[in-house]
């Protein structure tokens, strides 16, 4: 039976954590004592060790995510086993672009004050230097309103729609295509692995236009035309898994019909065999 790995509440005041780096991949033999990822806090940077003997079948939480403490991060089992059903890697929306910016308050406080007031992840201060991203103009969803890293990502990636002109919401999600490029590598390049997804595109059952885009830029949306419903582009793998952007317009596609349709894309590139069913 698996064993859930959780977020560890390090301190009274910790209640979250963001996940630096994993030190083993999906598949891999663990003991307990090893380190299994390290997490930083608002202090300092902990290694966190295994638990138990086993197998890591599943990480939920990519490197780079927040979570709040005690939530599950990933599973151990034993070799072969397959995970809780559920256990995929979060699927994050990023809201749409605003067509006007809201009202400022009547008598806002200066920049300086607001930036030292605010409650942010380290990683989410970091990326948002990288990014350009005003702390003082994002909302938190992390506990107590905190600043965490998918909220200055989804204000980048709002503020890039923005400037093009383009409503335009997304998802992105990470599938473990190791089956994949397994199979791919036996064809000796006769089918690459822009073109399986092409043909996976092709299969979803969707009543609106789905463009597929080829290779996207890591962590970024692919780009809309006028007119378009929906554009979907892959990441280039990386340790045997892909990150897959399904950027859409919301008058047209719902958060949850875009959600479905990017489930389904990760269950078809992760077991490819069903496309031959």
């Not at 301190?11 to 994993?22: D, S």
């Not at 503020?159 to 064809?187: C, M, N, P």
């Not at 990150?243 to 875009?258: F, G, K, N, T």
Request: proline share 6%.
């Amino acid at each position: 039976m698996s064993i859930e790995v959780l977020m560890p509440k390090l301190g009274l005041t910790m209640t979250e954590g963001t996940i630096e780096e994993w030190k083993f991949r999906e598949g891999d033999a663990v003991k307990k004592g090893d380190v299994l990822f390290t997490v930083a806090t608002n202090k300092l940077t902990n290694d966190v060790e295994c638990e138990a003997d086993g197998t890591l079948l599943k990480i939920v939480l990519p490197a780079g995510e927040t979570a709040d403490c005690k939530s599950v991060v990933a599973y151990i089992g034993e070799a072969g086993e397959q995970a809780p059903a559920g256990s995929e890697a979060p699927v994050r929306v990023i809201p749409a672009a605003q067509d006007t910016p809201p009202s400022a308050p009547s008598a806002p406080a200066p920049a300086a004050e607001q930036s030292q007031r605010l409650r942010v992840s380290p990683y989410a201060r970091k990326t948002a230097r990288e990014l350009g991203v005003d702390l003082t103009k994002v909302t938190g969803t992390g506990p107590n309103g905190r600043i965490v890293w998918r909220d200055v990502d989804a204000a980048a990636q709002a503020k890039a729609a923005a400037q093009a002109g383009t409503a335009v919401a997304g998802f992105y999600t990470i599938a473990d295509i190791r089956e994949l490029l397994a199979a791919l590598d036996s064809l000796n390049g006769a089918l690459t692995l822009n073109a399986f997804v092409e043909k996976a595109a092709a299969k979803l059952e969707t009543s609106m236009a789905l463009r597929f885009a080829g290779e996207g830029i890591e962590g970024m949306l692919p780009g809309m035309e006028a007119g378009e419903a929906a554009v979907l582009a892959v990441g280039a793998p990386m340790d045997g898994k892909v990150r897959l952007h399904l950027a859409y317009a919301p008058a047209v596609l719902d958060d949850e019909e875009a959600a479905k349709l990017l489930r389904t894309m990760r269950t078809l590139l992760e077991h490819p065999l069903m496309l031959l069913v």
